[in-house]
């Protein structure tokens, strides 16, 4: 996507584009729609969007269950022998077609992963149409 060979985190992506200035919106900048989810477990997730008016078109839901708080002990290179800490490690990624529903669209994704001892959960969701990457909504959280 950043049509660049070198491995790169930018710091900060809106739109499928890198801001490298800060957060500054400005009015040409509005939401596709409002993705809500819910769950009662943190594993069974019903996600729902429901795109603005003239947002029709088809839609997938993205979920990404993150663990915060990882470590791992380092055996080799620069920092071997450190034991370093993770936040927001991806530990699970799963996708799934939105499919029409009373006032808007639908979907039902499960996670399974599990985060080592002490490891705190969070969950991203966010919503793309068909077969593009950029994000049009998102929401997210920490699990309890």
């Given at each position: 996507?950043?049509?660049?060979?070198?491995?790169?985190?930018?710091?900060?992506?809106?739109n499928?584009?890198?801001?490298?200035g800060?957060?500054?919106?400005?009015?040409?900048?509005?939401?596709?729609?409002?993705?809500?989810?819910?769950?009662?477990?943190?594993?069974?997730?019903?996600?729902?969007?429901?795109?603005?008016?003239?947002?029709?078109?088809?839609?997938?839901?993205?979920?990404?269950?993150?663990?915060?708080?990882?470590?791992?002990?380092?055996?080799?290179?620069?920092?071997?022998?450190?034991?370093?800490?993770?936040?927001?490690?991806?530990?699970?990624?799963?996708?799934a077609?939105?499919?029409?529903?009373?006032?808007?669209?639908?979907a039902?994704?499960?996670?399974?992963?599990?985060?080592?001892?002490?490891?705190?959960?969070a969950?991203?969701?966010?919503?793309?149409?068909?077969?593009?990457?950029?994000?049009?909504?998102?929401?997210?959280?920490?699990?309890?």
């Open positions: 996507l950043w049509h660049n060979d070198g491995i790169y985190t930018p710091a900060f992506v809106l499928g584009k890198e801001l490298r800060g957060l500054a919106l400005g009015s040409d900048e509005q939401a596709a729609g409002v993705v809500s989810a819910t769950s009662k477990d943190g594993k069974s997730w019903s996600i729902s969007f429901r795109p603005l008016a003239g947002g029709g078109g088809d839609w997938d839901a993205h979920l990404a269950l993150l663990g915060a708080g990882i470590s791992s002990k380092i055996g080799a290179g620069e920092n071997v022998g450190r034991n370093l800490k993770h936040d927001f490690v991806v530990l699970e990624l799963q996708s077609a939105l499919k029409p529903a009373l006032g808007g669209q639908s039902r994704l499960t996670t399974a992963a599990k985060a080592e001892a002490g490891a705190r959960l969950v991203a969701i966010w919503v793309t149409p068909r077969g593009q990457l950029a994000p049009v909504q998102a929401t997210g959280g920490w699990l309890l």
